[in-house]
C-alpha cells in the first residue's frame, strides 16, 4: 500500500519559531510537493521538487523554504513561524516527473502559530 | 493564465438524491489533464479520476459519474443516490503545464440521512 507520512498531525508553535514539517514517500516518487490548505481559498502550492537538492517554486514560496536531501524525504521549513502561517500543510507525491500523474497525499499536519 | 473555478462552495443533500458538482476551468494550453479529488473528515485527498484533454467520453465508476466538455470548459461531477459517506470536501484540479496542479477551492459536500 502506497504510503506519505507527515511528521505530526497537530504542531503548535510560537511566533518566530523554526519550523520544521517532514514528509516521507515510500513509492520512490520523483515529484514531492508541499501544499497549504485554508478555508475559502483551497489548495496552494509553496514548493515542489522533481528530483534530489531540486526545487521549484510555487505560487506562495514567501516565508518558506525547503529540502530534499534524499529521494523519500521533502522538508518544509518556515524560518521565523509568523500568525499567518496558522494552516493546514499538505505533502504529497507523484511518480515521474510529470505533474499530470496521480497524486498521493499525506494526511496533513495541522500547525497553529500563536 | 489557467484557473479553476468551483462555485459552488457548499451543497447539502439528503441521502439518495443525485448532486452535481461543477468545475470550470481556464487554460491556454492544448494539451491538459484534468483531475477529482476527494477529501473525507480524515483529512487526506483521495484522486478520484484524471482526464486528458483529448478525452471527452464521460466516464462512470459505480455511482459516480464525470462530465467533460470542451465546450465549456467543464468538468462536472455527478453522485448518484449520495450516501452519508460522500460527505467531504471535492476538489477539481488542472495541471499546469507538467510541473504541478491547480486546484479550485473545493466544494464542501454534506449528505445527511
Known amino acids: 500500500d502506497v504510503k506519505v507520512t507527515q511528521s505530526s498531525r497537530y504542531l503548535v508553535k510560537r511566533t518566530g519559531e523554526k519550523v520544521f514539517l517532514e514528509c516521507v514517500q515510500d513509492?520512490?516518487?520523483?515529484?514531492m510537493f508541499w501544499y497549504r490548505q485554508d478555508p475559502g481559498l483551497g489548495l496552494r502550492l509553496i514548493y515542489f521538487?522533481?528530483?534530489?537538492?531540486?526545487?521549484e517554486k510555487g505560487d506562495i514560496p514567501e516565508g518558506y523554504s525547503v529540502s530534499r536531501e534524499k529521494k523519500e524525504r521533502f522538508s518544509l521549513i518556515l524560518e521565523s513561524a509568523s500568525t499567518n502561517q496558522t494552516s493546514m500543510y499538505l505533502c504529497?507525491?507523484?511518480?515521474?516527473?510529470?505533474?499530470?500523474?496521480?497524486?498521493?497525499f499525506g494526511p496533513g499536519t495541522r500547525l497553529t502559530v500563536l | 493564465a489557467q484557473k479553476v473555478t468551483q462555485a459552488q462552495t457548499e451543497i447539502s443533500v439528503v441521502e439518495k438524491e443525485d448532486v452535481t458538482l461543477d468545475c470550470v476551468y481556464e487554460?491556454?494550453?492544448?494539451?491538459?489533464?484534468l483531475f477529482w479529488y476527494k477529501q473525507p473528515p480524515s483529512g487526506e485527498l483521495v484522486f478520484l479520476i484524471r482526464?486528458?484533454?483529448?478525452?471527452?467520453q464521460n466516464e462512470i465508476s459505480g455511482r459516480y459519474s464525470w462530465n467533460f466538455q470542451k465546450s465549456t470548459s467543464s468538468f462536472n461531477f455527478t453522485i448518484t443516490a449520495s450516501q452519508v459517506v460522500d460527505s467531504a470536501v471535492y476538489f477539481c484540479?488542472?495541471?499546469?503545464?507538467?510541473?504541478?496542479?491547480?486546484f479550485g477551492k473545493g466544494t464542501t459536500l454534506s449528505v445527511s440521512s
Open positions: 504529497a507525491s507523484t511518480f515521474g516527473l510529470n505533474s499530470y500523474n496521480e497524486q498521493f
Open positions: 487554460t491556454r494550453d492544448t494539451t491538459y489533464y
Open positions: 521538487s522533481y528530483d534530489v537538492k531540486m526545487k
Open positions: 513509492m520512490d516518487h520523483e515529484n
Open positions: 482526464r486528458n484533454s483529448f478525452d471527452e
Open positions: 484540479a488542472l495541471d499546469q503545464a507538467g510541473t504541478a496542479l491547480i
